[in-house]
């Protein structure tokens, strides 16, 4: 049906470029594979992917202290810090008058809280004169800057008019640097002091959990799919209804079990003591700490491990385990030589579930974590619902989400995202 | 065991069982002994237990019952991976995560044997089924035929005596497997080792084997070279099984000798060879190949028997012509001739005499 014109062209029969032909008849095809998915597409972009965002974006937005302090922000632009004094008699007459409109709107409080996060006291402070400032007269000759100090003696410190300075532009990145345990210092960003880094620590243990998590589950894990793999489908089938047994239960209740088990006076400690093998007054720790996590998180995410592993090794052939044997191999030299380097695969896809979900668990750490066994995913949850500190939350999560990318896209260099299977 | 191996025998199996589920026997009382060098086929409809025989010889069944020999030692308890047998599986089985030449030195390598002494072999095996370029390919990055080479090198690469090769070439094209047939003979020859080789393809085991054992119902029907198996079956399952062939059916009416005389159910006495008969009044399946068969009477035997036949269909191949015939009541009797410039091309309706010679048509059991 095709012609081969002189310029090299393909034409259809009709005489239009082949190309152009084959484009329109494609593109109704397109046209209706977009129309199946545009429900859900929405439904994700106005559900999740618009907030999801809208949170990033807190981790640098800034606006509330030049948006409720205009003038002071303005009049304290030419204040330089490092002098030691307190600004002019200008920009407290600016604060004033930014606070009256401030305090009939009541947005006091909040660039309170906010100033908060960066110098403790700071919340207290607005407060205070958010209510007070309502009866100054700015229009006497009165110092207004003894009247904020009459108010409260912080005022007549350089701290808190070098925080605002420092959070006056409308862009930050002081929430990132909180998040990896540094601050906005006179001279660029600094270490926070020993006591308030908690962040890099937790990030690291987040880590190391994950990964022992993910170790675990691998070693767990691998045998049984390797026999449910090799099992006569009728018995396979049995087992993969335990393997799957777990998921119908509540989550909850699964980590609540494992509560139970692991307790001081739980059903692990109460055998052991009743066998001998650790005495009464001695019984193991083995919940509210590392150990309780990731014993609970392992069995949790096991199936996730399991199931990739076991759709690929369901494609290994049984033959090459036997060709390796008929060319000299031990069980063992063959189990390790050519089968084990088939079912890589399987492991790259469970780790990576594993690993991925376990990064960002929350529950489970939650309820069995303790202090030393809480995930970063817990601080971001507390300064979400208890603290109110969203900007840090998000920068948090925003870390989180990057190291997650890093490591996928580590993970592809160095073993190849080709060689991941969920199936066949 | 010793005292019992038969002189000359590498390969022996003696009263071989096998049951995989303790009900059925797959393989019924397998008898074979082979000597070295010797290139045997399994050859046998499916499921006739060709595969089973091979994998407890490979060792990975076992025996049920009986007793498997590989030069003279008893290996019913020696694992696969001490028993030295090259292996070429129908799929190939060759190692998808490693390179051809990784595929090739793995024997070697677990052998315990030297990098340069290895590299040396894989490329003397890969030259040896002309395939030295393709080391460092993977096994997915050949085709069928190169993969099929491959196989065949690894089985041979740590100089295995005996080889033992399951329907190898089930994969491949018509003309590919005519190829590979050629050159698996060939590198059997070549390096005098023992193959038993299992294929339900006919023409393969004839072409290929210096023997030809016929599987059916976990027995072996009939060993023979196979020029014996096409032109003496012994049975009538190895005259169906083997070739074309043209049955009739009848009754023995007397046997002397070497000649046996069938009445055949439409009444037409017939002189035979008997075969598996013994004695008057038995039923028997006589068969006659198509190209033994004649019609014309010029070159008919002055003694031969004749038996009156209608064409049916003229089928035109080439090289030869194929007739179909009603004969006796048997609608289905094939005669072939050579297409010579001499042949008559007989058209459906005619009227012909047919005739053979006593020796070609053989009494086999009903
Ligand atoms: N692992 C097995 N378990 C149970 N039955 C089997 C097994 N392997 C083969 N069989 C049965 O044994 C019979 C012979 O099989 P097989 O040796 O593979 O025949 P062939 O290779 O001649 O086709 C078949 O009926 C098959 O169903
Ligand atoms: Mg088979």
Redesign the pocket.
Known sequence: MSDQTTSGRVLAADGTPLKTSLARALRRQKLRALALIAPLLLFVLITFIAPIADMLFRSVENQIVVETLPQTVSALADWDPESGDTPGEDVYRALAADLKIAAKAKTHTRLGTRLNYELTGASSLFRKSGRQVKKMDLEGDASIKDAFIKIDKDWGKPDIWRTIQTYSPRYTNGYFLNAVDMQKGPDGPEARPENQQIYLMLFGRTLFMSLMITGSCILLGYPVAWILANLPARSANMLMILVLLPFWTSLLVRTSAWKVMLQQQGVINDVLVWLGLVGDDARLVMINNQFGTIVAMTHILLPFMILPMYSVMQTIQPTYLRAAKSLGATNWTAFWRVYFPQSVPGIGAGSILVFILSIGYYITPEIVGGNTGTFISNRIAYHISSSLNWGLAAALGAILLAVVLLLYYAYDKIVGIDNVKLGG | MADTQSPGAFVEFERVQKS??GENL?VKDLNLIMPKGEFLTML??????????L?MLAGF?TATHGDIRLDGVSINNIPPHKRGIGMVFQNYALFPHMTVAENLSFPLEVRKIGKSEREQKVKRVLDMVQMGEFGGRRPAQLSGGQQQRIALARALVFEAELVLM?EPLGALDKQLREHMQFEIKRIADNLGITVVY?T?DQTEALTMSDRVAV?DDGRIQQLAPPDKLYEAPENSFVAQFIGENNTLEGVVKEIKGDTALVRLDDGELIDCKPVNVTQPGERTRVSIRPERVEYNKSRLHADAHTLKAEVLEFIYMGDIFRTRLRVAGNEDFIIKTRNAPDQVRLQPGTQIEIGWLPEDCRALDA
Do not use: I, L, N
Not at chain 2, 44 to 53: F, L, V, W
């Open positions: 995989y589920d797959v046998g409809p499916s499921g006739s237990g060709k595969t089973t025989c994998m069944e399951d299992v339900h599987f």
